[in-house]
T-cell receptor, first 114, second 112 residues
Framework: GESVGLHLPTLSVQEGDNSIINCAYS??????FIWYKQESGKGPQFIID?????DKRQGQRVTVLLNKTVKHLSLQIAATQPGDSAVYFC?????????????FGAGTILRVKS | EAQVTQNPRYLITVTGKKLTVTCSQN?????MSWYRQDPGLGLRQIYY???????DKGDVPEGYKVSRKEKRNFPLILESPSPNQTSLYFC???????????FGPGTRLTVL
C-alpha cells in the first residue's frame, strides 16, 4: 500500500538489540502522552502512555521516558524483533484550553534487520 | 470484540459527488475523532466529538462535516469532494480525551 513514511527519519537495528525512538513535543502544558505503532496498511495501534506526573513507565518490552524540562519523550523497545518493524508516533494531548485534541509527531520508521 | 469499524475501506469517487464514511465503536467511548494521513504530513485531526451532539473542528476541517447523534457513531461527510481530499482516513475513539485512542482500520479515499 501507499507509504505513510515518506521522508521520515529511519532507525535500523539488528534483531535482538534494544531500540530507542525519540520524540520532541510542542506544548509544555501537555499532560498526557501516547506512543503508537503503525504497520503498513493498518491503523495506529496503542503501545503505551504516560502522564506528566511520571518520568518513566514500563510495559511489556517497552519503556517510555518523559523529560518535561526539555519536552522530550522516548520509547525504548527491548530485544527488538522483526514484528516491531513499523512507523512509531508519539502524541500529546492538548486540553480544552488548546482545543481538546491529540497532536501527533511526524513519526519514525523502525526497521529491524534479521 | 472491542473495536472501531469504518466503512467503506476503499472508495474511488468523482469530484462533487457527496459521500459519507461511517465510523462505529462498541466501547461506549465518549471521545471520537477523524484524522487524515498523508505522506510527509502525518496524521492531522479533521473533527472531533467530546460526546453526543458535541463536535468541534480539528486542524483541517475545511470540506468536511460530521455529526454525533448517537454515542457509538461518528460519520464523516464530504458534501462536495475534491481531489485534494484524496487521502487515508482514520476514525478513532477513546473513553475520554485524556485516554488512549483506538483507531479503526482506515478508509482509503481517491477523488478523481
Amino acid at each position: 500500500g501507499e507509504s505513510v513514511g515518506l521522508h521520515l527519519p529511519t532507525l535500523s537495528v539488528q534483531e535482538g538489540d534494544n531500540s530507542i525512538i525519540n520524540c520532541a513535543y510542542s506544548n509544555s502544558a501537555s499532560d498526557y502522552f501516547i506512543w503508537y505503532k503503525q504497520e503498513s496498511g493498518k491503523g495506529p495501534q496503542f503501545i503505551i502512555d504516560i502522564r506528566s506526573n511520571m518520568d518513566k513507565r514500563q510495559g511489556q518490552r517497552v519503556t517510555v521516558l518523559l523529560n518535561k524540562t526539555v519536552k522530550h519523550l522516548s520509547l525504548q523497545i527491548a530485544a527488538t524483533q522483526p514484528g516491531d518493524s513499523a512507523v512509531y508516533f508519539c502524541a500529546e494531548i492538548l486540553d480544552w484550553e488548546y482545543g481538546n485534541k491529540l497532536v501527533f509527531g511526524a513519526g519514525t520508521i523502525l526497521r529491524v534487520k534479521s | 470484540e472491542a473495536q472501531v469499524t469504518q466503512n467503506p475501506r476503499y472508495l474511488i469517487t468523482v469530484t462533487g459527488k457527496k459521500l459519507t464514511v461511517t465510523c462505529s465503536q462498541n466501547m461506549n467511548h465518549e471521545y471520537m475523532s477523524w484524522y487524515r494521513q498523508d505522506p510527509g504530513l502525518g496524521l492531522r485531526q479533521i473533527y472531533y466529538s467530546m460526546n453526543v451532539e458535541v463536535t468541534d473542528k480539528g486542524d483541517v476541517p475545511e470540506g468536511y462535516k460530521v455529526s454525533r447523534k448517537e454515542k457509538r457513531n461518528f460519520p464523516l461527510i464530504l458534501e462536495s469532494p475534491s481531489p485534494n481530499q484524496t487521502s487515508l482516513y482514520f476514525c478513532a475513539s477513546s473513553l475520554r480525551l485524556a485516554s488512549a485512542q483506538y483507531f479503526g482500520p482506515g478508509t482509503r479515499l481517491t477523488v478523481l
